[in-house]
């Protein structure tokens, strides 16, 4: 028996962009678009008419900040899944992203095998949940590790600059999570295992994309500290 196809709604400002997201989704054959609108009030009328069951939501329209559409969206239509699309990666856009319920989180510009990998994976995700009436403990857990940090997302992970490593960023990442108070480059190197210069560059490149933040410590004597902690 063919499974059903996914209809899924776009929300997008850019008529370009809507366009180059319909003739991406049409490369498979298990979802079809069923909708496009480019403004809050478009998408909200369209609800009231077709029940997609994923809405590929970006978060700067013309008339609302998508993350309020998509809180507005999950509580009034609660079955609906929604992708965020957005050039957006500040810390706090995207864990209100994460607290509304969105199932993935795409950067723009868009990398088309990123694209593809996370339909396949909702795809795969959704099947899951409409065919097991009981589900195991350990997909339990792989259904919920949609709720990883962004900087640790597969997404991201791909686009990380030169010099960056995942898996060291994931080090560095969980260790300022667990800092009760600020860290310099040194306390944390000591942590994870790193050089002074290593722990310093990752917790730059933290910085530059707001999941850390930094004060700079004058003493009495010698150079200014760099001291980072959580936003």
């Known amino acids: 028996m063919t499974n059903p196809s996914i209809g899924v709604l ?3 400002d850019d008529p370009v962009a809507s366009s180059v997201y319909e003739q991406l989704i049409q490369n498979r054959k298990d979802f079809t678009v069923i909708g496009k609108a480019q403004t809050a009030s478009e998408t909200i009328q369209l609800l009231n008419v077709i029940t997609p069951d994923l809405i590929l939501l970006d978060v700067h329209l013309p008339d609302a900040n998508g993350i309020d559409l998509l809180f507005q969206i999950k509580h009034a239509h609660r079955h609906v899944d929604i992708i965020m699309i957005t050039a957006s990666n500040d810390a706090k856009t995207v864990r209100d992203a994460m607290r509304g319920g969105a199932y993935s989180y795409l950067l723009k510009p868009i990398m088309v095998d990123s694209f593809f990998s996370t339909f396949e994976e909702y795809s795969q995700t959704r099947h899951a949940r409409q065919t097991n009436a009981h589900i195991k403990q350990d997909e339990i857990q792989r259904l919920f ?3 990883t940090p962004a900087a640790e997302t597969k997404h991201e992970a791909e686009n990380l600059p030169k010099g960056i490593d995942k898996h060291t960023l994931r080090k560095v990442t969980q260790a300022m ?3 009760s108070t600020s860290l310099n480059a040194e306390e944390v190197g000591l942590q994870i295992g790193a050089s002074h210069s290593t722990a310093r560059r990752y917790l730059e490149y933290l910085v530059s994309i707001n999941l850390v933040e930094v004060d700079i410590v004058y003493g009495s004597v010698g150079r200014p500290e ?6």
Do not use: D, G, S
């Open 10 to 12: 776009i929300v997008e």
């Open 145 to 147: 590790q949609k709720n």
């Open 177 to 179: 999570k667990a800092a």
């Open 226 to 231: 760099r001291r980072y902690k959580q936003p």
